[in-house]
């Protein structure tokens, strides 16, 4: 965002974000039963098997 006169500040948009390491979490840290742990879990997946396994959960 580029800077604003002090008397606009109060109308500057402002978002909070989290960004999530879908690759590095663990999943054990994430929430059960989740549709974002599911995600993390696509993004984890290392065999087909295990991408069957994970669009089940879905």
Do not use: K
């Not at 909070?16 to 879908?22: E, M, P, Q, S, T």
């Not at 690759?23 to 994430?30: P, S, T």
């Not at 984890?44 to 669009?55: C, I």
């Amino acid at each position: 965002m580029q800077p604003v006169p002090a008397v606009l500040a109060a109308y500057r948009p402002a978002q909070r974000h989290f960004v999530l390491d879908a690759r590095h979490v663990g999943i054990e840290d994430l929430p059960e039963p989740n549709l974002m742990t599911t995600v993390v879990r696509l993004e984890q997946t290392r065999t087909p098997w295990d991408v069957v396994e994970v669009a089940r959960r879905l």
